[in-house]
């Protein structure tokens, strides 16, 4: 098959893939069963399983191409999708509102289609490398600080880097005039900045299934994302940072040598 078809009817596929997966989490919520302590503070419920095994079985009957999960794990391939069934697993735990379905696809050696389902707030967020990002099918951009007031950014966190350069990291923000928000789903907090609803998202690292399908979304809707690819982010992680392009120097430079192993 012609390559942009193949990745036009993968595209068209994941936003049909994200709504059943989220229509399965959110069904599955009522009864979470017993929860999985990964590592401190970070869980896995039935509902995660679940969730990435109906996606694997999905792309594994259409297409039969690889699949990288949270949950599930993985290995690289040219091309190879990358999920994260529920991100925001705590929120979805505690009855908020704010957890998605992640779904991003990488070919041809980049990020070429991203999508993210929050099925409880009503948001389908989409967006196909080259061709725009758009929220419930409307376009969506980066702010460009248009609000006219001070900038704010999401700062996502987990224990897997040391709290101390979190402290800081915020107090570098606040030296500079941004504010920040911590709101527990790093692929939602990411996806706002395509919205335009924050003016970015950091963390000094992430896992590559919270954040790729993000990064598309940003970049098409005329935001900066770092370069989160490099230095083998697939399988490490790495730090991210998204942004309207007026402050990707400000945050970079706050974030400084923070995210260092
Ligand atoms: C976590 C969330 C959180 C972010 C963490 C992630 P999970 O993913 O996205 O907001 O700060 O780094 O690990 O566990 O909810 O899938």
């Known amino acids: 098959m012609e390559t942009s078809r193949a990745l036009i009817a993968r595209h068209e596929f994941a936003i ?24 401190p503070m970070d869980y896995a419920t039935v509902a995660d399983h679940a969730v990435e095994t109906l996606i694997r079985q999905r792309i594994g009957e259409r297409f039969g191409d690889p699949v990288i999960g949270e949950e599930d794990g993985g290995v690289p391939a040219d091309l190879v999708w990358v999920v994260d069934p529920i991100d925001g697993t705590i929120n979805y735990i505690h ?9 991003a696809l990488i070919a041809e050696g980049d990020i070429a289609s991203g999508v993210i389902h929050a099925p409880d707030e009503g948001r389908l ?17 980066a702010s460009h600080l248009g609000h006219g007031a001070s900038p704010v950014v999401e700062i996502g966190w987990s224990p897997r880097r040391p709290i101390e350069r979190y402290g800081t990291l915020i107090r570098r923000l606040i030296a500079d005039g941004i504010e920040f928000r911590r709101l527990g789903s ?12 924050n003016d970015g998202y950091i963390e000094l690292h992430i896992n ?15 935001g900066w994302a770092n370069d989160f690819l490099a230095n083998d982010g697939l399988v490490k992680g790495n730090p991210i940072v998204v942004c309207t392009p007026e402050i ?12 260092e192993p």
Do not use: Y
């Not at 009855?95 to 779904?103: H, K, L, M, T």
């Open 125 to 141: 967020f989409s967006a196909r490398r080259g061709h725009g990002a758009f929220l419930n099918g409307a376009p969506m951009h």
């Open 186 to 197: 790093g692929a939602l907090g990411v996806a706002d900045t395509a919205a335009g609803l």
């Open 95 to 103: 009855g908020s509102p704010r957890w998605c379905v992640s779904i």
């Open 248 to 259: 990707a120097t400000r945050l970079q430079t706050a974030m400084g040598t923070l995210a």
């Open 16 to 39: 049909d893939l994200a709504r059943e997966a989220g229509s399965l989490a959110a069904g599955l919520r009522h009864s979470l069963g017993a929860l999985e302590a990964k590592n």
């Open 208 to 222: 590559a299934w919270d954040v790729l399908a993000g990064i598309v979304l940003v970049r098409e809707a005329g």
